[in-house]
């Protein structure tokens, strides 16, 4: 298929930045998004233009080093999929895409479509663990965790930290990605003692590095490629009132 | 003729690793805050690693080319980790995952190395359940377990099919928690380009700052690379598209040797190749196996689907030929079997190029509930990129190019031939001979980096506690420095037509083709001549745009690509040289009738590790000669 796409194009963190349109025929439905971003880089360097810097690694939906605003909506038109996973099918002949980077004051483009989300491992850092060191554990069973609580830990554990809900949110909020760590952390009992003080530190660490508010708008959740729920960011609230 | 000292502690099996740790220098902790330790990639093995060196109180730098250490592709490990917890009460032990561990290695790995493993995993899932990482439990609250290819018990700890994602975050947050005390600092998209070595020990690296475009020396009184396996060679492989060789050959080139490069796993339940574009393969957790039947129709080149092949008209292959393990034979083997069954024309799918894993079965027996909550992150994995519902029609199924065993060559104490400079995880060859058997390369990597290296490195870095700080001006590094801007000076300067990644997919083409399930001495020596001319043309034609001083991710494709060359070259001279089956490594030669691997304990039971001796010169063979104290080296049946 032939397909028309609009991508911004940025040299650096200082340029202005613009949107630049390609045509690109010869596209199949069987590629994916990032796929037919090669097939188009592979293009442009014959012909000798600068290719389209944008990040993934593992192109599998679980490193969350991808993530590209598509057609307006973060990781493109499909529910829970990253942009690695978003196939060509889903989009038809004579399309025009446009592909921007994520927009949000914590996240600076650094080339392209690249932007550095540096901030997400400042908020772990915090308090984004269980101040276990190595050595020090007890007996893994010694402790037994409910089954359905394991779980709900896991569910909120599966989080890849690709920023989709900080793109998504119109107040650039980091509150799925911190509610899903302080969830996961504070449903296990190996969780609780460090518990006041960790959220207490990732909400205020939060607001440090120029994330927005919550206001409840559930835009995260519709868009994260893991299907993290907004209930977590209710847990999160529980936990911070209890902190106090 | 070897210059291999492997260091093995004197004693019984189950008593080395107790006494060397009764043993092993010790670093007083006021020392500790002056000394320096680089740690170049942080997977689960790098990122354990640098968090445990920081706790005991030494200054660790920790450089990934990524934009976070969360990222590293242990990350997409699937189906679980293994420990001798014995909580199922079917007789494992330590000695029994040794034992799995040696034989599904095929009697090519290091005795002392695999039992120590063994004895630290269940430390490993102690300190994971402390640090919250959420593994599946019973509904008592106790930890569940499930099974893995070649083993008859059950030992495998899980987090449904992302355990090396809750894994892997868990060493994560450990390290960020050192991070922020500034015990350890982290570089990011940092790509490390060289090795600094100085009055013979190891003593910096090379990075080049992957935004600026900036090379920066970083010096440290000791290194370690947790830089993973080099399975992209390949092209196309299961691995992240980012992973590369370039630490293992950056090292064998400074003076470390490179251990049984051949011995490379193709995993066999990965979802086939689609096309032409395709950029990776996908697996698909060798847990499915405890419940999927494998399958090609008992007619050549039926094209039916799935759906209308008869019962009675399906070969259940691997049951059939291996009745003892069924589906659950070792990866090697059930590779191979797959490739058999298609390259003889059963196989199944547009290209012939594929099997069916099929859960009807289990699905019928225990309900569709239960196989979701067993696997349905895998099926909604397969679902998203193929389209089809599993629940409903089998998986397609292919091998592909997923772990090295082989690697950097490293002695007890995880050091290479090059002093003060440390391999872990998958980057070392040690633990998984000619085949790693599932769910042991988490545990591997989580016990080298948690649990030996920090004792380990103790013992070489309390004499060096005399030396102040390393300075980066020297003519050392001055000469790594200048040797990477030349080099990246020279891909830029090529200017000619064609794309790194079309080189990238040649030379793929080549090693699969030769190098891949099934090899021959015909094959490999077309295959050397290949890479060679296919090298040359690279050096004279390789087209690579942008500048040295920006984000360019095509100079650094194009500096991987060069370096997969020589990784190419010293795999196939490894796989011609061992001529013998064993493992993963098929030589079509060596086979008995029945067209299993045929071993030659007489004449190869060693580990084959290479010397760098000059551009363009053979790489000498040096051989560290495994000593089987403890088990003896029988033919290896799954039948």
Known sequence: ?244 | MTKLDAKIPEGPLAEKWTKYQASVKLVNPANKKNLDIIVVGAGAAGASAAASLAELGYNVKVYVFQDSSRRAHSIASQGGINATKNYKNDADSDYRLFYDMIKGGDFRAREANVYRAAEVSNNIIDQYVAQGVPFAREYSGYLANRSFGGVQVSRTFYAQGQTGQQCTLAAYQALSRQIKTGKAKIFTRRDMLDLVVIDGKARGIITRNLITGEIERHSAHAVVFATGGFGTVYYLSTLAINSNGSAALAAYKKGAFLANPSMAQIHPTCIPVLNDYQSKLTLMSESLRNDGRVWVPKEKGDKRPASGIKEEERDYYLERKYPAFGNLVPRDVASRAAKERCDEGYGVGDTGLAVYLDFKDAINEQGHDTIKGKYGTLFDLYKKVTGINPYKEPMRIYPASHYTMGGLWVDYNLMTTVPGLYAIGEANFSDHGANRLGASSLMQCSGDGYFILPVTIGDYLADQIKIPHISTDTSEFDEAEKAVKDKLNKLLSVKGTQTPTSFHKRLGHILWTYSGMKRNEEGLKKALLQVKELKEEFWKDVKVSGGLNELNHELEKAGRVADFFEIANLIIIDALNRKESCGAHFREEYQTPEGEAERDDKNYSYVATWEYTGENSVPELHKEDLVFEFVKPTKRSYK
């Open chain 1, 1 to 244: 298929m032939n397909i028309t796409l609009k991508i911004w194009r940025q040299k650096n963190k200082l340029d202005k930045g613009k949107f630049v349109t390609y045509k690109l025929d010869g596209v199949s439905s069987e590629m994916t998004f990032l796929e037919m971003l090669d097939y188009l880089n592979e293009k442009l360097i014959k012909e000798d233009a600068d290719p389209i810097a944008f990040d993934s690694d593992c192109r599998e939906g679980i490193c969350g080093m991808c993530g590209l605003y598509i057609n307006g909506r973060p990781n493109g038109p499909e529910k829970g999929v990253t942009t690695c996973q978003l196939s060509m099918s889903v989009f038809k002949d004579g399309d025009k895409i446009t592909v921007e980077p994520w927009r949000s004051k914590a996240f600076p483009v650094i080339k392209d479509l690249v932007v550095d989300r540096n901030s997400f491992d400042k908020l772990i850092q915090v308090g984004g663990y269980i101040s276990a060191n190595t050595g020090a554990a007890p007996e893994a069973n010694s402790i037994p965790v409910k089954k359905e609580n394991a779980e709900r830990a896991f569910d909120s554990g599966t989080c890849i930290g690709c920023g989709t809900c900080v793109a998504a949110c119109k107040n650039a909020s980091a509150m799925l990605f911190v509610s899903a760590k302080i969830s996961q952390l504070a449903l296990l009992p190996q969780g609780q003692v460090e518990a006041r003080k960790r959220v207490i530190d990732m909400i205020n660490e939060m607001d440090n590095l120029g994330f927005g508010n919550c206001s409840n708008t559930g835009a995260c959740e519709a868009e994260c490629p893991k299907e993290i729920k907004l209930t977590n960011i209710a847990r999160l609230n529980r936990e911070y009132l209890k902190a106090f």
